[in-house]
């Protein structure tokens, strides 16, 4: 599998809305393209944006030591207030 282009800050499809997914099938691909450019980049984290596709679709990086990825697919995002962990 390739090795993404990740979009740099101010391209303007970082600009753009992504798209929910409704047929996951049609992104492994795109899941483990961008997984290998996660690795390659050595970052933490990789939105499907940033490598100039609209789908909404998040890799997120563990902690060194672990092995497991985190991928999300139409995830949303919630504010937490920082007493919400104590």
């Not at 996951?24 to 795109?30: C, G, K």
């Not at 483990?32 to 050595?42: N, P, R, V």
């Not at 990789?46 to 497991?68: K, N």
Request: no cysteine; aromatic share 2%.
């Amino acid at each position: 599998m390739p090795i993404l282009k990740i979009a740099r800050m101010g391209h303007p499809v970082l600009l753009e809305q992504a798209v929910a997914v409704t047929d996951i099938a049609s992104v492994q691909d795109l899941i483990q393209d961008m997984a290998e450019t996660l690795i390659d980049s050595g970052g933490i984290g990789l939105a499907a944006p940033q490598v100039h596709a609209s789908d909404r679709v998040i890799l997120i990086s563990v902690p060194a030591g672990r092995t497991e990825r985190k991928t999300s697919v139409n995830g949303t995002a919630k504010r937490q207030n920082a007493a919400d962990y104590t």
